[in-house]
């Protein structure tokens, strides 16, 4: 967990503090994502993470159709497309080989899930961007959303998702005299040996 950095003995001198008004924070960017499907209302979910679009279990591969500012991208013969803030970035988007981005950072990583093609590689862009994903080969109830991993359902073949910054943030209460660099170290274990000791 990249977000608890406040360890167990920091818990109530942290808290403490957040009750005096005396606490260091910083605004994390959140995205939205609104699902369009036709003659129905529109889906809004609101994430800090991610939003993923991926294949069911047992389907085959699927393409999506992506878009930036509608200009088209390209189409990822993939199971799924992981969209992630820069906050999601050390979530699901680094366990499928995306880059980390820094929480301060204006942008918004696409990650195609073990695309078909190799050259398909992560893709950063500012989160100022409309991202819009359409299905392009794929059975119905093939394709799920996802929101931060918490909630989601199939897509239906006409369905467009449409993915913006949110005009939401959230205010996460900082660790005193620790960095961002730090929880990276510690979180990943950067800089520390791990052959075996004879």
């Given at each position: 967990?990249?977000?608890?950095?406040?360890?167990?003995?920091?818990?109530?001198?942290?808290?403490?503090?957040?009750?005096?008004?005396?606490?260091?924070?910083?605004?994390?960017?959140?995205?939205?994502?609104?699902?369009?499907?036709?003659?129905?209302?529109?889906?809004?979910?609101?994430?800090?993470?991610?939003?993923?679009?991926?294949?069911?279990?047992?389907?085959r591969?699927?393409?999506l159709?992506?878009?930036?500012?509608?200009?088209?991208?390209?189409?990822?013969?993939?199971?799924?497309?992981?969209?992630?803030?820069?906050?999601g970035?050390?979530?699901?988007?680094?366990?499928?080989?995306?880059?980390?981005?820094?929480?301060?950072?204006?942008?918004?990583?696409?990650?195609?899930?073990?695309?078909?093609?190799l050259?398909?590689?992560?893709?950063?862009?500012?989160?100022?961007?409309?991202?819009?994903?359409?299905?392009?080969?794929?059975?119905?109830?093939?394709?799920?959303?996802?929101?931060?991993?918490?909630?989601?359902?199939?897509?239906?073949?006409?369905?467009?998702?449409?993915?913006?910054?949110?005009?939401?943030?959230?205010?996460?209460?900082?660790?005193?005299?620790?960095?961002?660099?730090?929880?990276?170290?510690?979180?990943?274990?950067?800089?520390?040996?791990?052959?075996?000791?004879?």
């Amino acid at each position: 967990g990249f977000l608890t950095e406040i360890t167990v003995p920091e818990l109530y001198p942290a808290l403490e503090g957040v009750l005096r008004g005396a606490y260091r924070f910083e605004e994390r960017r959140m995205l939205r994502a609104t699902v369009t499907r036709q003659d129905e209302p529109e889906v809004l979910g609101d994430v800090l993470n991610d939003v993923v679009i991926t294949k069911a279990a047992l389907s085959r591969i699927i393409e999506l159709e992506v878009t930036v500012d509608g200009l088209f991208v390209t189409s990822f013969r993939a199971d799924g497309l992981i969209v992630s803030s820069p906050t999601g970035s050390t979530a699901y988007n680094l366990a499928a080989g995306g880059p980390i981005l820094h929480p301060a950072l204006s942008a918004v990583v696409l990650t195609p899930i073990c695309p078909h093609t190799l050259s398909n590689r992560p893709l950063v862009i500012g989160d100022e961007s409309v991202v819009e994903v359409r299905l392009r080969a794929a059975r119905e109830g093939d394709v799920h959303i996802t929101f931060d991993g918490q909630r989601g359902f199939p897509l239906a073949r006409t369905d467009a998702v449409t993915i913006t910054r949110s005009p939401r943030s959230l205010r996460l209460v900082k660790a005193p005299d620790r960095d961002y660099f730090e929880v990276l170290r510690t979180k990943l274990k950067w800089g520390q040996s791990t052959g075996r000791r004879r």
